[in-house]
């Protein structure tokens, strides 16, 4: 029997040794697709399901969802500082801590989902009228030590997107069983 990995059920990010236009066209249209995939999956779960986690000590499916408003709001706001700025420092957040706090524990998923719709498809205009040299900059990551490019992080986010949907499909999945 293959045990499926409940952190990592899609594997971590890795980076591949030449981003070329198909596979940045693939990640733009995965980012494009989120928002509208994940209200899909959550539309069709049962009452009460957005407490069901998808892994014992992981988030639950409401943590899930306002975790990748924030993630994206600062993805979102990372491409803003590298096109502005020359290789920003960015600031790094405690998303373990974010996902306690009193809104990730209370607001309505809708919520996170509506901002959601209209954070990608910003992102998306974004990502679609950038040059190749746009998509070199960078911003500097203090945590990693290293310049992530844009065109770099457009694919840690497709993954990112990725990464989240099997998560929720984990916690409808486990039906509570993790709770």
């Known amino acids: 029997m293959i045990r499926q990995d409940l952190q990592y059920p899609i594997g971590e990010f890795q980076t591949p040794n030449q981003i070329h236009t198909e596979l940045l066209e693939t990640w733009i249209t995965e980012i494009r697709q989120f928002p509208v995939q994940l209200e899909e999956l959550i539309s069709h ?14 988030w639950n499916i409401r943590q899930l969802v306002h975790h ?27 998303e373990a801590l974010w996902a ?9 998923i809708q919520s996170s989902l509506t901002l959601l719709h209209g954070l990608h498809q910003r992102w998306v205009i974004l990502l679609q009228n950038l040059s190749k040299e746009q998509l070199n900059r960078t911003f ?23 990464h989240h949907l099997a998560h929720v499909k984990l916690a409808l999945d486990a039906k509570g069983k993790w709770n």
């Open 45 to 58: 779960s049962p009452p009460l399901s957005e407490e069901w986690k998808y892994r014992p000590n992981g």
């Open 68 to 94: 990748c408003a924030d993630s994206h709001m600062n993805s979102f706001i990372r491409f803003k500082l590298a096109l502005t700025e020359e290789n920003p420092s960015i600031l790094p957040y405690q």
């Open 100 to 108: 306690n706090v009193p809104d990730t524990q209370n607001a309505p």
């Open 140 to 162: 500097y990551h203090p945590e990693s030590k290293k310049s992530i490019t844009l065109r770099e992080n457009t694919g840690i986010y497709a993954w990112h997107c990725r």
